[in-house]
């Protein structure tokens, strides 16, 4: 989400988290992402066509697909998101593939600070393409993240929430 016209995006961890959970929701897999000026473009393949018959019939065809995912569009996703936190674990065994993956790959990018990203999946393994542009002037720089580096980068997650704010004390109250 952009807070100011022509600013850095704010918050890809939640972003991409919201929107890989509507990619699990899909069952999307070998997934390319593209952010654009007004929200991101993702395209991956999905099985489609599976139905009861012949053994041939019954596997479905895979095709890909393309999503256009505007602002408001991940607004909404992050809302809902907010509202089903809490009850149960979402973060937990449960979550989706892409949910927990496109998460902490997001923490990554917002330590980053890019203009732009494009990012792309190939069998667990994703590869991050970021767009830096400052008064030196204008740079890529790719990262990679292996299976085994999401399984890292989850179990360190932990150790990167922020301790909840204890309540505020009224006034004239004693400890």
């Given at each position: 989400m952009r807070i100011y016209e022509g600013s850095?995006?704010?918050?890809?961890?939640?972003?991409?988290?919201?929107?890989?959970?509507?990619?699990?929701?899909?069952?999307?897999?070998?997934?390319?992402?593209?952010?654009?000026?007004?929200?991101?473009?993702?395209?991956?393949?999905?099985?489609?066509?599976?139905?009861s018959?012949?053994?041939?019939?019954?596997?479905g065809q895979i095709e890909k697909e393309t999503l256009t995912f505007l602002d408001e569009d991940i607004a909404r996703f992050m809302d809902e998101a907010l509202a089903h936190?809490?009850?149960?674990?979402?973060?937990?065994?449960?979550?989706?593939?892409?949910?927990?993956?496109?998460?902490?790959?997001?923490?990554?990018?917002?330590?980053?600070?890019?203009?732009?990203?494009?990012?792309?999946?190939?069998?667990?393994?994703?590869?991050?393409?970021?767009?830096?542009?400052g008064q030196a002037g204008s740079r890529h720089t790719l990262a990679e993240f292996t299976r085994e580096d999401i399984d890292s980068l989850l179990a360190d997650a932990p150790t990167h929430r922020k301790p909840p704010t204890p309540p505020a004390k009224a006034a004239g109250a004693t400890a």
């Open positions: 850095p995006r704010q918050d890809f961890e939640e972003v991409l988290r919201s929107i890989g959970t509507f990619l699990d929701q899909r069952g999307m897999r070998e997934i390319l992402l593209v952010e654009a000026p007004d929200g991101f473009i993702v395209q991956g393949l999905v099985h489609v066509g599976a139905a018959g012949s053994w041939s019939e019954s596997i936190r809490g009850q149960g674990t979402p973060m937990g065994p449960n979550a989706g593939q892409y949910q927990r993956a496109l998460r902490v790959i997001g923490r990554y990018i917002d330590e980053q600070k890019p203009r732009d990203v494009f990012l792309f999946e190939q069998d667990g393994a994703f590869v991050v393409r970021l767009h830096h542009a």
